[in-house]
């Protein structure tokens, strides 16, 4: 899973809420919306909601196989949600870092992509009520009962990408870093016994464990603070995000919801 959640800053500090690409800082600050918003009518009229997604963010919106369909847990998430709306969910598929400028120039009503909700964005873009919600989690061996907070990680070893902000989160947490590539190389280590731990975030360790079930290693922490991710659309799509976050309403009511989360994640992470 790619690195998506930003600055956890301080040992008990609150998560950023910006799940952004892992890139150039350019990418993680979206440029002012300057097309008008999408409104109910005009996507009824349509009979489409076009939608801005990725394709290549798995287990979010991906290609099964490679070069098969376009699916995932956002991509089934807000096809749910267009069928509620009585129309198709038609996806334009583009780089994380071209997808604000996408949605500014009306190439799409919507970005489903693990947008998280953060004060810079509200304020450029409208969005739905949040559909993720997401922690930082320490993860340890299963055996381990010394670490059962972030406290507990002054003087232990963690592995993390020097690239990512968790490192930070590790140093400042009091522990020593050993520098590894990703998730699966810090897995492996712990494993191994030669860390004591690594923080990443929920969603990450849900997914590996979705598709490996390992039972060695546990999640022992998560922070207080949570990082939401919700729809995004262009500024003054009011109409049509009151008939979005009705539809996310009902599907979480009915169910549904919980079911596309327990499908890709074996929980529901969407409360």
């Not at 952004?20 to 800082?25: I, N, Q, V, Y």
């Not at 995932?72 to 069928?83: F, R």
């Not at 400028?101 to 004060?119: E, H, K, M, T, Y």
């Not at 232990?156 to 490192?167: C, D, E, F, I, V």
Request: net charge negative; with cysteine; charged share 25%.
């Amino acid at each position: 899973m790619k690195f998506r959640l930003s600055a956890l800053l301080g040992t008990t500090a609150a998560l950023c809420l910006t799940v952004a690409a892992c890139g150039s800082p350019s990418a993680e600050t979206p440029s002012a919306g300057t097309a008008s918003g999408t409104t109910l009518q005009q996507v009824k009229d349509a009979g489409v909601l076009t939608v801005g997604t990725e394709g290549t963010y798995k287990p979010f919106s991906f290609h099964q196989g490679g070069n098969g369909p376009l699916t995932g847990y956002d991509v089934e998430v807000v096809t749910a949600v267009a069928d509620k709306l009585g129309v198709k969910p038609k996806f334009e598929e583009t780089q994380w870092d071209a997808i604000f400028a996408g949605l500014d120039a009306g190439r799409f009503d919507v970005i489903a992509n693990q947008v998280s909700i953060n004060d810079e964005r509200k304020a450029k873009y409208d969005f739905s009520k949040p559909y993720t919600v997401s922690r930082g989690v320490i993860v340890t061996q299963a055996d381990n009962n010394d670490i059962s907070s972030f406290e507990d990680l002054k003087g232990k070893t963690t592995a993390q990408s020097l690239t990512s902000n968790w490192y930070q989160l590790a140093k400042d947490s009091g522990a020593q870093v050993q520098a590894v590539e990703g998730w699966a190389q810090s897995v492996a280590l712990l494993e191994q016994g030669r860390v004591d731990a690594t923080i990443n975030d929920n969603l990450t360790y849900l997914d590996y464990q979705a598709t490996n079930h390992n039972d060695k290693i546990k999640i022992a922490a998560k922070t207080s603070d949570t990082s939401e991710s919700a729809l995004a659309f262009r500024k003054g799509s009011t109409d049509l995000v009151a008939a979005v976050d009705k539809a996310l309403d009902e599907l979480r009511q009915d169910g549904t919801l919980a079911r596309i989360s327990e499908k890709y994640f074996g929980e529901d992470v969407t409360k």
